[in-house]
C-alpha cells in the first residue's frame, strides 16, 4: 500500500508590495470598494485619512463606502520607491472635485495584503 504524498504544485506567490498598492489605487480609481479593501489585511491599519486610526477592513469599508461614490474622484502616484520587499513610499495627489491634494503614502505590504498605510498630506 503506497502513502499519500503532499501535492507538488507550486504554491501561488503573493503579490509584490508594488503590485499590491497598484491594484489598491487600481480599485480606488475604479471606485470598485470591495476591491479597494481586499487590497488591505483584515486587520489594517490606516493613519492620516481620518481623525482616527482606521482598523480593519469593515473601518476601511465604512470609510471609504460613501467616498467612492464621488464619480471624479481618482489618485494620481507620481514617484514609488521599494524599500526592501515590503515597505513602498508613494507619492501621490488624491485629486476630488478639481482639487488635488498631494501625499506620501508609506504602505507595509507582506503577504501580498497592506498591513499598515500611514498619509501624510501636504
Known amino acids: 500500500m503506497s ?5 507538488t504544485a507550486p504554491a501561488i506567490p503573493a503579490l509584490s508590495a508594488l503590485e499590491t498598492v497598484s491594484a489598491q489605487v487600481a480599485a480606488f480609481n475604479a471606485h470598485d470598494l470591495e476591491a479597494f479593501v481586499a487590497t488591505y489585511a483584515e486587520d489594517a491599519v490606516v493613519v492620516g485619512v481620518a481623525a482616527e486610526p482606521i482598523v480593519g477592513r469593515e473601518a476601511l ?3 471609504y463606502g460613501e467616498r467612492l461614490t464621488h464619480p471624479d474622484l481618482r489618485c494620481e502616484i507620481d514617484a514609488t520607491t521599494l524599500f526592501g520587499d515590503r515597505w513602498v513610499v ?3 495627489s488624491v485629486i476630488r472635485d478639481g482639487v488635488a491634494t498631494e ?3 508609506t504602505f507595509d505590504v507582506r503577504d501580498g495584503v497592506i498591513r499598515r ?3 501624510l498630506k501636504g
Request: glycine share 0%; no cysteine.
Open 3 to 7: 502513502t499519500p504524498t503532499a501535492s
Open 61 to 63: 469599508r465604512a470609510f
Open 90 to 92: 508613494a507619492r501621490e
Open 103 to 105: 501625499t506620501i503614502a
Open 117 to 119: 498605510a500611514s498619509m
